[in-house]
Nanobody
Framework: QVQLVESGGGLVQPGGSLRLSCVAS????????MGWYRQAPGKQREFVAV???????NYPDSVKGRFTITRDKGKNTVYLQMNSLKPEDTAVYYC????????????????WGQGTQVTVSS
């Protein structure tokens, strides 16, 4: 059993900052990529950021230069530093991780957290 638990969401004014955290726990053999997605009301879930096991990062143009993803491999934790927040960043933010649970089989699967609400409003 694998769990991803996000924290750090909340209400912030436009131009402000928030830092999201996501901790993976359970029967983990190894973690490949970790990332963040978001879903605004009435919209599809969209990609926000990813960091690979080799620490390569990628962002869509909508957040590039404002958001930074990092990870602490020793703590199975991924972070999302969000600066210069805009009202259009308002969404539920979900953590995602590609995790292998078996030491014998390459049984990598995608796991999701429960989401944390980020609201950007004055």
């Amino acid at each position: 059993q694998v769990q991803l638990v996000e924290s750090g969401g909340g209400l912030v004014q436009p131009g402000g900052s928030l830092r999201l955290s996501c901790v993976a726990s359970g029967s983990i053999f190894s973690i490949n990529a970790m990332g963040w997605y978001r879903q605004a009301p009435g919209k599809q879930r969209e990609f926000v950021a990813v960091i690979t096991s080799g620490d390569t990062t990628n962002y869509p143009d909508s957040v590039k230069g404002r958001f930074t993803i990092t990870r602490d491999k020793g703590k199975n934790t991924v972070y999302l530093q969000m600066n210069s927040l805009k009202p259009e960043d308002t969404a539920v933010y979900y953590c995602n991780a590609n995790i292998r649970t078996s030491s014998v089989y390459y049984n990598n699967n995608q796991y999701w957290g429960q989401g944390t609400q980020v609201t950007v409003s004055s």
